[in-house]
């Protein structure tokens, strides 16, 4: 049971847009930024959102984050073939000093 | 080109140790705090341990205190966690991963894990 919960599917056609959702608490959303990561097959985690809404170098303004509250979501528009993946949201937890993940979204590209 | 290598995993017997190391490069490695993060086989990822970047600060998950400890090296751009009393359920792929600068600053980057697999 991870402590901050996400849908485990999502899915899409090419072109499409899709947003992945993230609840949390007041000890982490709530009091802290939130930063999303994409894992593509069979590869490491690579950092895709930064502080709610941030992109990296490299990373195609296609893909966007926000926050509420405690809860946060990331949009993904246009939706192309390789955007097929896992993706996670993480946050500090202010309660249990440490980060804290999603379970995680497996994105399928229809 | 900033580059984190972790070594050490294998196959190791419950109640056993293993110590991983992950050597990083292309960056000012004393400057950084790091973590380690794993990932259990077909399952999500698991914040394990969280180490300032001169080693005077350290965290862990519930999961893991009293059994795992975080360490580094700085003159020799390395990190480290000794893995005690090890249980089938710390089978897992263990990454090191980078925290970047600033107040809530995310892991930008991560090296390609290290497999540690616990049975009998």
């Known amino acids: 049971q991870s402590v901050l919960t996400q849908p485990p599917s999502a899915s899409g056609t090419p072109g499409q847009r899709v947003t992945i959702s993230c609840s949390g608490s007041?000890?982490?959303?709530?009091?802290?930024?939130v930063n999303w990561y994409q894992q593509l097959p069979g590869t490491a985690p690579k950092l895709l959102i930064y502080?709610?809404?941030q992109r990296p170098s490299g990373v195609p303004d296609r893909f966007s984050g926000s926050k509420s509250g405690t809860s946060a979501s990331l949009a993904i528009s246009g939706l192309q073939s390789e955007d097929e993946a896992d993706y996670y949201c993480?946050?500090?937890?202010?309660?249990?000093?440490?980060?804290?993940f999603g379970g995680g979204t497996k994105l399928t590209v229809l | 080109e900033v580059q984190l290598v972790e070594s050490g995993g294998g196959l190791v017997q419950p109640g056993g140790s293993l110590r991983l190391s992950c050597a990083a490069s292309?960056?000012?490695?004393?400057?950084?705090?790091m973590n380690w993060v794993r990932q259990a086989p077909g399952k999500g990822l698991e914040w394990v341990s969280y180490?300032?970047?001169?080693?005077?600060?350290?965290y862990y998950a519930d999961s893991v205190k009293g059994r795992f400890t975080i360490s580094r090296d700085n003159a020799k751009n390395s990190l480290y966690l000794q893995m005690n009393s090890l249980r089938v359920a710390d089978t897992a792929v263990y990454y090191c991963?980078?925290?970047?600068?600033?107040?809530?600053?995310?892991?930008?980057?991560w090296g390609q894990g290290t497999l540690v697999t616990v049975s009998s």
């Open positions: 993480a946050a500090w937890d202010d309660s249990l000093n440490g980060q804290v």
């Open positions: 991963a980078r925290e970047g600068l600033g107040t809530g600053a995310p892991l930008d980057s």
């Open positions: 502080r709610n809404d």
């Open positions: 292309g960056f000012t490695f004393s400057s950084y705090e």
């Open positions: 007041s000890s982490n959303i709530g009091s802290n930024v």
């Open positions: 180490i300032s970047s001169s080693g005077s600060t350290k």
